[in-house]
Every structure is written in structure tokens, then in C-alpha cells.
């Protein structure tokens, strides 16, 4: 479902990708780790074509990001670290008016099963996402997302800035859209989370792509410990 081959990104005399090599199949999830500055923002942006990439090439689903960056993203879904939305509209309007400008056209019900899904509770469906939580942001993105039928999901340090509880509904959502065959690529810096949700780690230094781990092999101290003398 996401494929990138020799995907290299340079500014000037400051490689920002390194010849980035990686093929993530449908209904897995991948944590890409690394410190500030490692590539893992580079690689989100080249692969929703917000860059263009110096040489190499992305896939989304076999279709080309270099080729076709408009067709790739019928189906993405991105959920930024802060999620963007409308603070004086509600859940539901949110989602609704986001729905619209993907070419889809949702009933009153079906919005709010939409919502349902993601967790969010009944009673702030319709109140303004100005007064929602950052957890209860993402649970709309989420259902952008979901409402888009995205099939691959990009998501930018989801769970930073949640508290426990946040942390961990979100970590049960993504796990569900994996099961639900989805592919999620995860720019974290949350081990811990890495681990617990993650099909398979991937470890970013200095553009390149250093490490790449089935999660089920490793505590979270022992990806800590490799994280630290990989880094």
C-alpha cells in the first residue's frame, strides 16, 4: 500500500532524505522514530506531495506520488500533530464540511456513527470544537479520515500532548484500523506507544533510515536502549 524507492530530498547542500527504502503492506502499522531533524516530517511531506522529491520515487496504493500527487491523495488521510479544524463549528459540522470537499455527501446519522467509531462521546458531537480536548480533535480527524475511506493513514506525533487515558483510546483506535486493514505510517517520538501499537519500527538518523524492526521482538526498554545507541 505505501512504497518508496530510493527517495532522496536534498536542500541545497543539506540532505534532508537519504535513498529511503521502504515497503508498508496493507493492515500494518509502522512507527518511525527519531530525533528532530532525523527525516521523518521530510518523508510525511514528500509523501502526501506537499515537496517534491530531488530523486526516487514514491507509491501509494501503485500509484506514483511524483506522477500523480493530486490521484494519491484520494487515498490518504494526514493527521498533523495539531489538528487543523474549525473551532466555531461543531463534531459534526466539522466532519461534515470536510466530507463534502472529498466528494462525499453524509447523512445526519451516519456523521455521528462516524464520530461514534472514533470514541468520541455522544454529548460533544454537536458542540464546537473550540471547546474540545486535543484527544478529542484527533477522534475527528480520525473520522475524516474514516469518512475519505483513506486507506493509508499519515500521522505526524499523534499522541503528543495526551494525557494517559487520551494516549491510550488513541492507541485502541489505531489498532482497529489496522485490523480494519488499513496502513498507518506513525512519525513518533513516543517509544513507549511505538511499541504497544506498531507492527514494525523503523529507527531515522541524520535522513536515513537506520534501523527496521518487527515491534514484537522488543520491550519498550529494549527499543529505548537500541534507540539510544542508534542515535
Known amino acids: ?33 527519531g530525533q528532530n531533524g532525523a527525516g521523518k516530517s521530510t518523508t510525511i511531506n514528500l509523501l502526501l506531495g506537499l515537496i517534491k522529491a530531488t530523486s526516487g520515487d514514491a507509491f501509494i496504493n501503485s500509484i ?7 490521484k494519491i491523495r484520494k487515498h490518504l488521510a494526514y493527521i498533523p500533530e495539531t489538528v487543523l479544524l474549525y473551532p466555531n463549528l461543531t463534531g459534526i459540522e466539522n466532519l461534515d464540511f470536510f466530507s463534502k470537499i472529498a466528494g462525499f455527501n453524509y447523512k445526519s446519522d451516519e456523521l455521528s456513527a462516524l464520530l461514534y467509531r472514533t470514541g468520541l462521546q ?7 470544537l473550540g471547546g474540545y480536548s486535543k484527544g478529542m480533535r484527533q ?8 469518512a475519505k475511506d483513506a486507506r493509508v493513514l499519515l500521522l505526524d506525533e499523534p499522541t503528543s ?3 494517559p487515558i487520551a494516549t491510550a483510546e488513541f492507541t485502541e483506535i489505531v489498532r482497529q484500523l489496522g485490523k480494519e486493514g488499513r496502513t498507518i505510517l ?4 513516543d517509544i513507549f506507544n511505538a511499541v504497544s501499537v506498531s507492527t514494525n519500527i523503523g529507527i531515522m538518523r541524520q535522513g536515513e533510515l537506520v534501523q527496521h524492526l ?3 521482538n522488543f520491550s519498550a526498554e529494549e527499543l529505548q536502549s537500541l534507540y539510544l545507541k542508534t542515535i
Open 1 to 33: 500500500m505505501l512504497k518508496t524507492i530510493d527517495l532522496h530530498k536534498k536542500y541545497g547542500d543539506f540532505t534532508a532524505l537519504q535513498s529511503l527504502n521502504l515497503e508498508i503492506q496493507e493492515g500494518e502499522i509502522f512507527a518511525l522514530l
Open 64 to 70: 506514483s506520488v511524483k506522477k500523480d500527487p493530486q
Open 122 to 128: 455522544e454529548t460533544a458531537h454537536n458542540s464546537p
Open 139 to 146: 477522534k475527528v480527524g480520525i473520522a475524516i479520515a474514516l
Open 161 to 163: 500532548g495526551l494525557d
Open 186 to 189: 506513525m512519525a513518533t517520538h
Open 214 to 216: 518487527p515491534s514484537k
